[in-house]
């Protein structure tokens, strides 16, 4: 037989068996399964290790995901190390040397994944030590909000020995943990001794709190940790040591606006050469602005402004202020200033509704305001009986009268002939439209606080943490036209008695001041008063 036959039948055997041989099919159901820790050396609890090299090998290929930030190593000791990934093995390779007789834990949280889904290796966590035994001391706890008592999830906490001058503003922690979605917290395979520990949210991810706007949790004291313990909890706060910055001036011919770099909680201007005068104004609803209003025994000239954030830092700027340009016109004629209604968008029969207007104006009719329904007016709100004008003379409130119907949707229509600016052209007003809630009307809500605490707020606050009303050092309470819906109870407690409540101290040498939350949620009914409330604390 020829050459080329033989080429030829062994070419067309090799093509058939290709063609009969079985392959996997495409497809098939999505890998859900995270890679599973087969071995790893050095193993968990080993003792006496020497290597400088911690290799992990896996039950399928992996890869790293964000290891760098993802790794937490307990004790840190900022040596540095190297990722290298072969397959179903990941290597960390140190520069230098372990610590001798330190147990090491290493908490790889997110830091490796599947290569093929990028399934996510579940508590993977390993300890080890370079003595002779590891390290049992251990503390664990809880990490909440302080105002709002909720757990925080993923904040980190961590411990500084005391022997060692490292600060949480500037180095990163020897030891830290992760808080899980309950807030809870547990490190273990400390060495033990005396440490300050703190909680904090980690917004850079860089392990240490240069930042602000993160919230921080601490004791003003250090802690032993042994073994044995106890519970330590921590609250978060957020510090604020910045005072408010003038970041923009605006001059209209109506008003001054300083606008801030933050917001404000209060402001206050006087004439530089008038000390106890004050200026009428108003703050912005983000807070970050003021507004100084001409008035007829004000037109400008040096003005001292101080602004306080909420944390009470103080902003004071002397300005040589001016009212000339234009009519500031941030409103077109009136809207609603919703921040009276509390809870919702809906409002009930009694409750205070406050209408703000683009410009200081004066009431010249007795019955500025209407109240339409469709386009017939089924009331008029009578001036001064029934309405006041705030000292900027900008805001207008009344209690809504009861208008009847359920779910009702009427406008309110300010007269142009009965309310005049003090400043430019008429206003024209257009109907601003309000949505009377169905239940009618408001509820109040009494009680009673059984206290040793002399000095004190009670806030009714919303679901959302909203501060509606507040009143201090009462022993009863109550609070009235509360529009119907659900609310809480706080109370902040100035236990030194200073008349502030404290959140916080920068240098963290003050615990913050205790913040105790009514356990009930309020249901507020119309035409009900809710009584017998009690507080404790």
Known sequence: MKLTHIFLILSTAVAAASCASISAPEGGPKDETPPVLQESNPKNQ???????????TFDEEVQQNKLNSELLITPNTDNKYRVRSNKNILNLEFEKPLLENTTYTLNFRDGITDITEKNKAENLRISFSTGTFIDTSRVSGKVVNLLTQLPQKEALVVLYPTSDTLSIRKNRPY??????????????????GEYRIYAL?????????????????????????????????????????????????????????????????SFRARPADATKVKLPHKISPDGKAADLFKTQGYAG??????????????????????????????????????????????????????????????????EPISILSDTIVVRKIRYPEDITLDSTRTELSF??????????????????????????????????????AESGGVGNIKGAATTKYASYTIQLITEN??????????????????VPGNYRIRVLI????????????????????????????????????????????
Do not use: C
């Not at 290790?49 to 911690?54: F, G, H, L, Q, S």
């Not at 250090?222 to 106890?230: E, G, L």
């Open 399 to 436: 209690k809504l009268p009861n208008v009847n119907g359920k779910n009702k949707r009427i406008s309110l229509l300010v007269d142009s002939t009965a309310v005049k600016p003090l400043e430019g052209a008429p206003i024209r007003f257009a109907p601003v439209p309000i949505t009377v």
């Open 175 to 192: 030891y830290q943990t992760e808080t899980n979605a309950a807030g809870e917290y547990e490190l273990t395979n400390i060495k033990e």
């Open 465 to 482: 943490y909203t501060v509606v009303q507040e009143i201090k050092n009462v022993r009863t309470f109550e609070f009235k036209n509360v």
């Open 46 to 56: 080993e003792l006496n290790v020497k290597t400088k090299t911690v290799t992990l």
């Open 201 to 265: 949210t980690d917004k850079n991810n860089n392990s240490f709190y240069d930042n602000e706007e993160e919230k921080i949790g601490y004791l003003a004291k250090p802690i032993t940790i042994t073994a044995a313990t106890d519970t330590v909890n921590l609250t978060l706060v957020r510090i604020d040591t910045k005072r408010p910055i003038l970041l923009r001036r605006e001059n209209y011919t109506d008003r001054f606006t300083a606008n801030y770099s933050e917001g404000i909680k």
């Open 301 to 366: 000239g040096k003005t001292i402004l101080t602004a306080v954030d909420s944390a009470g830092n103080i902003a004071t700027d002397t300005i040589d202020i001016k009212f000339e340009g234009k009519r500031a016109q941030r409103i077109r004629g009136a809207q609603l200033k919703l921040t009276n209604n509390g809870n919702g968008q809906n409002y009930a029969s009694g409750s205070v509704v406050t209408l703000e207007v683009e410009t200081p104006v004066a009431i010249a009719g007795a």
């Open 494 to 537: 100035d236990e030194n008695n200073n008349g502030t409540w404290e959140a916080g101290d920068p240098e963290f040498k003050q615990e913050p001041e205790k913040v105790y939350l009514y356990p009930k949620t309020l249901d507020v009914r119309a035409n009900w008063a809710m009584e017998g409330e009690k507080l404790v604390f």
